[in-house]
Structure formats: C-alpha cells, structure tokens
C-alpha cells in the first residue's frame, strides 16, 4: 500500500489555503456591509490595474471563463462600480472601466484589507514571503502551460 498522507500535500495545502483567503476576504466584505464577493474584488482590481481591458483580457487574466466574467461585471455593473463600453473598432467586443464609486471602494478598503491580509503571513519575514511568491509562480506558469 502507497503510504500518502494527503493533508500533508502541497496541493492539499494550497487548496485550503485559497478557500480559507476567500472565505476570510468574504467575512471582511460582509463585516463592512459591503455587497461584493472575493471574485468580483479581484476582477475590480484587474479593471483598475488596466486602462479599460477587453472582457477577453479579464477572461484570461483570471482564469475564469467568459460566462463567469461576464456575471461577475454584471454584479459590479449594477452596483455602479464598473461601467462597459462597446469597442468602436469591433464592436462584437466590449471594454470596461472602473467607475467613480468602483475607485471609491478600493480607496476606502484597499489599505484596511492588505492589513487585514498581513495577519495572515505572521511568523514570516519578507524572504519567506518573496519565496513563498516565487514558487507558486512557478507552479501557476506549469500548471498554464499544461
């Protein structure tokens, strides 16, 4: 028999890792009363990161297919933090920017939350994080390139 101790695999770990940061991104937005999810926080940060992105650009970016994209800017759409735009040169494709209350948001939150986020990397000096960086950015670019 194949001694395998899955709790203690580096795959097992960085999935509980990643729904334990959604799920503590999500309390902080509840906390604030604010009515944004974990995923539509990111891809508000991508927008505001570009200047007016394709959604083809975010669908790439965030490894999320285009009907989820889509759905998600739909929700940060009605919510007034992002605005689309039908691309004058193809008009089959649409840009999107951060609105005035989307800036808004991440000017008031931004700081509280990377705070917030630090208590998580407690017992860790900037090294262990740079490599901690480093090495899942290996392991995102083998996985993309499978």
Not at 40 to 46: D, I, P
Not at 48 to 65: G, R, Y
């Amino acid at each position: 028999m194949i001694q395998y101790e899955l709790e203690e695999t580096a795959g097992f770990l960085i999935y509980r890792v990643g729904r334990l940061l959604r799920f503590k991104a999500a309390q902080f937005f509840r906390e604030r009363n604010l009515e944004i999810t974990p995923e539509q926080w990111v891809l508000l940060l991508q927008i505001a990161e570009k200047e007016q992105p394709l959604i083809s650009d975010l669908v790439d970016k965030t490894a999320n297919d285009h009907p989820n994209v889509t759905r998600l800017l739909k929700g940060l759409s009605n919510q007034g933090y992002v605005s689309r735009t039908v691309n004058p040169e193809d008009r089959r494709c649409q840009h999107v920017s951060v609105s005035e209350a989307g800036q808004a948001l991440i000017d008031e939150i931004l700081i509280d939350l990377i705070s917030e986020k630090a208590v998580y990397f407690e017992g860790l000096d900037q090294n262990d994080v740079a490599t901690l960086n480093r090495i899942l950015k290996i392991v995102l670019g083998n996985l993309e390139g499978r």
